[in-house]
């Protein structure tokens, strides 16, 4: 059965770098998400991609954040500058025509920033 | 505001016994989504509904849209149902965009033998 992956699944990293995390979707999808979950709280939104552009964003995906497909099967979450509180698992998602439909999660990457 | 709200938080229940757990949101919704989150942290969808009612094995989902309200039951329940369930909606929106989902605090189910 197809899922969503993500990699790595634990990254560690000293506050003021850049990260970057990665995600493969379902094959034939075409919308992308990228949520966040601190510890003990619930799951936010942060971006959605279509079409090779961000479709929506919250108010948490500030200019830190970038979403990019660089190739025809990775989607990746940028992180230019990290902070203590980004420390978060971090959960990409794929849905395949819009947000209407059910959405796939990837296992998650887990963000802790020291 | 958008609000999703879950009830109960927390609920431990004794194997085979029938369960629910609710949901219930502020305004007009396009769809609600019931997730599991096993305790390593990873979410599974479990059913996506935008009216009335979704079986799967035993699980069920149901949706009342004039209350606004959904709730999720596990029959026959096992120490493996034991997660944390989470409601999340996709709410009407109006401005043309899609709209992204709002997630609920989750509720932690913990099934004894």
């Known amino acids: 059965e197809p899922e969503v992956t993500q990699t790595p699944s634990h990254q560690v990293t000293q506050m003021g770098q850049e990260v970057i995390l990665r995600c493969v979707p379902i094959?034939?999808?075409?919308?992308f998400y990228w949520y966040r979950q601190i510890l003990g709280q619930k799951v936010e939104f942060l971006v959605s991609?279509?079409?090779?552009?961000?479709?929506?964003k919250s108010e948490i995906f500030d200019d830190q954040f970038s979403v990019e497909r660089p190739d025809g099967s990775n989607f990746t979450l940028k992180i230019r500058s990290t902070k203590l509180e980004d420390s978060a698992m971090y959960f990409c998602?794929?849905?395949?025509?819009?947000?209407?439909?059910?959405?796939?999660f990837g296992p998650g990457t887990r963000l802790t920033v020291l | 505001k958008n609000e999703v709200e879950q009830s109960p938080q927390n609920l431990t229940a004794q194997e085979g016994e029938f369960i629910t757990i609710n949901c219930s949101y502020s305004?007009?919704?396009?769809?609600l989504h019931w997730l599991q989150q096993h305790p390593g942290g990873g979410i599974v969808s479990l059913f996506m509904l935008s009216s009335g009612k979704k079986k799967h094995g035993r699980l069920i989902a149901t949706i009342n849209i004039q209350e606004k309200h959904s709730s999720l039951h596990i029959t026959a329940s096992h120490p493996r149902d034991s997660a944390v369930y989470i409601c999340a909606v996709l709410f009407m929106n109006y401005g043309g965009s899609q709209g992204n989902l709002i997630f609920g605090k989750g509720t932690k189910l913990s099934v004894k033998p």
């Open positions: 998602a794929s849905s395949a025509t819009s947000s209407y439909n059910e959405q796939f």
């Open positions: 991609f279509y079409n090779n552009e961000i479709s929506e």
């Open positions: 305004v007009g919704i396009s769809a």
């Open positions: 094959s034939n999808h075409l919308y």
